[in-house]
């Protein structure tokens, strides 16, 4: 008789939409799976016992960045970080179902990254620190009469 093994796989997806702040309309929806790390995986394993817990060190940002290099498990950061929001809001309604998954909400007014952006990643940290996930979409350009808003879900 085979043995069934239980396996956790975290997963993460994004939605992002860039709107007209004048009017509110949608200009742009990006819809796209990410890469969760190996450090992110690895922080994930080490919040699970109490010697490597850091309860300090929760995910708590999103980065947005520049490069359109395709992420890698093995990555740490963005390829062409621009700035960091902080997280306005975790959705935890879904650590019910099954698979289990929480939603983080974080949005970026007119005044901020207005450049070309083609990359996110969830980070533990305002600088630095560790990365949870990592994305790329096709690469706009974000401009002062424009904000920015994302959805990254993370389900197990």
Known sequence: MEQELNVIQLRGSLRAV??????????R????D????????????????????????????????????????????LGGEVTRAAISSFLTTGLTANPPSWQAQASFATNLANTTLAEMGL?????GGTML????????VKATSNTF?????VSG
């Open 123 to 127: 980070f533990n940290s305002s600088g």
């Open 18 to 27: 860039l709107c007209d702040a004048k009017n509110g309309r949608i200009l």
């Open 34 to 77: 990410n890469v969760v790390v190996t450090t992110g995986r690895a922080w994930v394993l080490g919040q699970l016992e109490t010697v490597n817990q850091v309860t300090s060190q929760t995910i708590s940002h999103l980065a947005i960045g520049s490069s359109t290099v395709a992420p890698v498990t093995g990555d740490a950061a």
């Open 149 to 153: 808003s994302v959805s990254y879900t």
């Open 29 to 32: 929806e990006i819809n796209v």
């Open 133 to 140: 996930g990592h994305a790329t979409f096709a690469s706009f």
